[in-house]
């Protein structure tokens, strides 16, 4: 069945950085975008930021241009996520979906979904 587990995630400082890592299995891994969407409490999921395919375009949230960076690795089957300069409001439940979209701002075409990991900043 179709997996995506994430880790990685955990307390930081404000200005510190971690990275994200998410595992995939059970699909084609290397014809889906993947995409990392996170959820803080009492708010709608957004969208961070999201990669093609190919790896050969990236799309970012504007609160994390700059301070996220994306990427892949095709013959792992693992998307990361790059996260430095954290602030506080970066504290959230992370996601990573793949999907037949790049799009950020709706979960419409994100057909699969981990679990999440906490990112905790703290100021």
């Known amino acids: 069945q179709v997996q995506l587990v994430e880790s990685g995630g955990g307390l930081v400082q404000a200005g510190g950085s971690l990275r994200l890592s998410c595992a995939a299995s059970?699909?084609?891994?290397?014809?889906?975008?993947l995409g990392w969407f996170r959820q803080a409490p009492g708010k709608e999921r957004e969208g961070v930021s999201s990669?093609?395919?190919?790896?050969?375009?990236?799309n970012y949230a504007d609160s994390t241009k700059g301070r996220f960076t994306i990427s892949r690795d095709n013959a792992k089957n693992t998307v990361y996520l790059q996260m430095n300069s954290l602030k506080p409001e970066d504290t959230a439940v992370y996601y990573c979906?793949?999907?037949?979209?790049?799009?950020?701002?709706?979960?419409?075409?994100?057909?699969?979904w981990g679990q999440g990991a906490q990112v905790t900043v703290s100021s």
């Open positions: 979906a793949a999907g037949r979209t790049m799009l950020l701002h709706t979960t419409t075409g994100w057909y699969y």
């Open positions: 059970g699909f084609t891994f290397d014809e889906y975008a």
């Open positions: 990669i093609h395919s190919t790896g050969g375009r990236t």
